[in-house]
């Protein structure tokens, strides 16, 4: 079992930054890959960005690739998201989660409850 907590998000303006945090807690944290995925009003949630369970191995959809970063620390068991030069299509409801197994993209059985990043134009 792995229970998710994000942080983080709140009203930025475009062209801005902000830094999402993932605690999680379960002994196998470290044995999952992680990743954000997001979801808009009105649209499918979809995929950000994962990392493998050593920190390395980072893969993000297009959309972001170039402006974010996910990161982890398993000493923290927390993961990262630092999101710069916000859009206002980057707005939406940010989940981390753990990845289906042998997918960098694919979700797999554990989620967060959401933190809302909304950016102002």
């Known amino acids: 079992q792995v229970q998710l907590v994000e942080s983080g998000g709140g009203l930025v303006q475009a062209g801005g930054s902000a830094r999402l945090s993932c605690a999680a807690s379960?002994?196998?944290?470290?044995?999952?890959?992680m990743g954000w995925f997001r979801q808009a009003p009105g649209k499918e949630r979809e995929f950000v960005a994962s990392?493998?369970?050593?920190?390395?191995?980072?893969y993000y959809t297009a959309s972001v690739r170039g402006r974010f970063t996910i990161s982890r620390d398993t000493a923290k068991n927390t993961m990262y998201l630092q999101m710069n030069s916000l859009k206002p299509e980057d707005a939406a409801v940010y989940y981390c989660?753990?990845?289906?197994?042998?997918?960098?993209?694919?979700?797999?059985?554990?989620w967060g409850q959401g933190t809302q990043v909304t950016v102002s134009s």
């Open positions: 990392i493998t369970w050593s920190g390395t191995g980072a």
């Open positions: 989660a753990t990845l289906s197994p042998k997918s960098v993209s694919s979700p797999g059985d554990y």
């Open positions: 379960g002994s196998t944290f470290s044995s999952y890959r």
